[in-house]
């Protein structure tokens, strides 16, 4: 059975740095592209960053650009997002995603982890 | 970057009701189109990708539509467990953006 665990969600002052982990279980991770996605309270989806098998790709919002980097230990089954220069917009409710595979859809998820940036 | 925009934003409907939800790119995605749906208090769950295949174990009252700009998600016949928000999310290229959402509500 596939999971994926978010970890490291706190409350942090504006301008502060956070890294956020997802471990995975259930599948062969090495073998698929993953993602963070993250909410707003209240608000919708919005796709922050992914990052290929092998981490040699990596793309970003332009919201995150320059502020987070997505990494990954393949193995540790674990993916990452180091969260710098945070601003108040940037509280959220993250979530580790899995690629398909087949396709670059979004085919698992995790529970998320809550990040709180406020003075 | 591609945009995109669904409508409406929100919609009640009863039971039995067709619904229909529409998502529309500001360029070109091919049919690199998927649908989430999100319970209250829930994780997202994948419905549609490829703008008209059906995820394994998504009943057939789901359907997908559509290819280029223009995307359409219909549920045939409304019912009290659909009640969530809705979100189309394009794939073909980085960033993958998703929709503003769509809250189906059940009158």
Same mark, same amino acid.
């Given at each position: 059975e596939v999971q994926l665990v978010e970890s490291g969600g706190v409350v942090v002052q504006p301008g502060g740095s956070l890294r956020l982990s997802c471990a995975a279980t259930g !599948? *062969? !991770?090495? $073998?698929y592209t993953m993602n963070w996605v993250r909410q707003a309270p209240g608000k919708g989806l919005e796709w922050v960053s992914l990052i290929n098998w092998d981490g040699g790709r990596t793309y970003y919002a332009d919201s995150v650009k320059g502020r987070f980097t997505i990494s990954r230990d393949n193995n540790k089954n674990s993916l990452y997002l180091q969260m710098n220069s945070l601003r108040t917009e940037d509280t959220a409710l993250y979530y580790c995603a899995k690629d398909m595979g087949i396709t670059t859809v979004l085919d698992y998820w995790g529970q998320g982890t809550l990040v709180t940036v406020s003075s | 970057d591609i945009q995109m925009t669904q409508s409406p934003s929100s919609l009640s409907a009863s039971v039995g009701d067709r619904v229909t939800i529409t998502c529309r790119a500001s360029q070109g995605i091919s049919n690199y189109l998927a649908w989430y749906q999100q319970k209250p208090g829930k994780v997202p769950k994948l419905l549609i990708? @490829?703008? +008209?295949t059906l995820q394994s $174990?998504?009943? +057939?009252r789901f359907s997908g539509s559509g290819s280029g700009t223009d995307f359409t998600l219909i549920i045939s016949s409304l019912q009290p467990e659909d009640v969530a928000t809705y979100y189309c999310q394009k794939y073909n *290229? @980085?960033?993958?953006t998703f929709g503003q959402g769509t809250k189906v509500e059940v009158k």
């Open positions: !599948f *062969t !991770f090495d $073998g | 990708y @490829a703008a +008209s $174990g998504v009943p +057939s *290229t @980085a960033p993958r």
